[in-house]
Every structure is written in C-alpha cells, then in structure tokens.
C-alpha cells in the first residue's frame, strides 16, 4: 500500500511546533531580540471578483483587503537586557512621541525583523519569516493585580510591508 498518499509525513519525522520561537528585529542598528509567548500572523485576504462566463459566473482574484500584521506576546524580565516591555515602548515611542508630539518618518522606525521557529530543542530552526517595514502600531497596557502570581505580559501589535516564509 502507498502509505505516503495517506500519511505524508515521514514516522520519524517531528511536525513544526506551536511553542518555540524568538522575534528579532532591527537588525544592527538597536537590534531588540525576544523570546515569545505567542506570535499571531495575520495574512491580507484577497478578494473575489465575479466574472459573467457563458451561463454563469466565474471567480477571478481581485485586490488584497487589509496588509500583513502580527501580534506577539512576550515575558517582561527585571533585567534591563530582557525587558521586553522597555525594548517594545522605546520602538513605540520612535513612531511617535508622545511628549512632543511628532510623528517620526517612516524611515526613522521601520525595520527588518526575523522570526524564528525553533524544533522542540530550541536549537535548531525549523521556520523562518522574514519581514520588511515592521513598526509597532500598539503596545498593551500593563495590569498589575495582587491576586496574580504569574509572570507580567506585554503584547505589541506589528504592521510590516512584506513578510516572507523562507523555509519550511
């Protein structure tokens, strides 16, 4: 029998996990590297453009709805070289400061960003998306409660022109 019809993944083979992958962005200038708790790829969508055809109507891709953004969740560290929150609001604040008001040029706080996808060893990279243009449009609130013994969040919401799969 043809098991690879049925069951294209190899026995041995691992499938690509959910839960290990680390976002670096900025290349060498102030880059910000980050170990994350969610990554969440948003794809634009493409719409359909119905076309009259004999007796009927055929579908036709037409323009892209919405643009490619992401949203990570991170840890916030003590340590100043793992704050995720102080690295996240320092590139918020280059988009726009908020104690003068300025809306900084698209090359002033866009940059390239890399996310990894690591095998369940964290030391091998199974996936990678490369992106272009990536500023953060939103950094979360930080709520605090004493009633919560887990670690303090923070979710940063990205937009970015182009984001590229290149291995898989």
Not at 133 to 158: I, K, N, Q, R, Y
């Amino acid at each position: 029998m043809d098991r690879e019809r049925y069951h294209p993944i190899p026995i041995g083979a691992d499938l690509l996990r959910y839960n290990n992958f680390e976002f670096i962005a900025g290349g060498s200038r102030s880059p910000i590297q980050l170990m994350c708790k969610t990554f969440n790829l948003v794809l634009p969508k493409t719409n359909s453009v119905p076309v009259p055809w004999a007796s009927g109507t055929m579908s036709l891709a037409g323009r892209t709805t919405g643009a490619y953004s992401f949203t990570i969740t991170c840890l916030v560290g003590l340590d100043s070289q793992y704050n995720a929150w102080e690295e996240l609001y320092k590139w918020r604040t280059q988009v726009f400061d908020h104690d003068t008001g300025r809306i900084s040029l698209a090359n002033e706080y866009k940059k390239t960003a890399t996310m990894l996808i690591y095998d369940i060893t964290a030391e091998t990279v199974r996936a990678t998306a490369d992106m272009e243009g990536v500023w953060p449009s939103e950094v979360s609130d930080l709520a605090f409660s004493v009633e919560t013994d887990t670690p303090v969040e923070v979710t940063a919401t990205f937009f970015a022109d182009k984001i590229y799969m290149t291995s898989f």
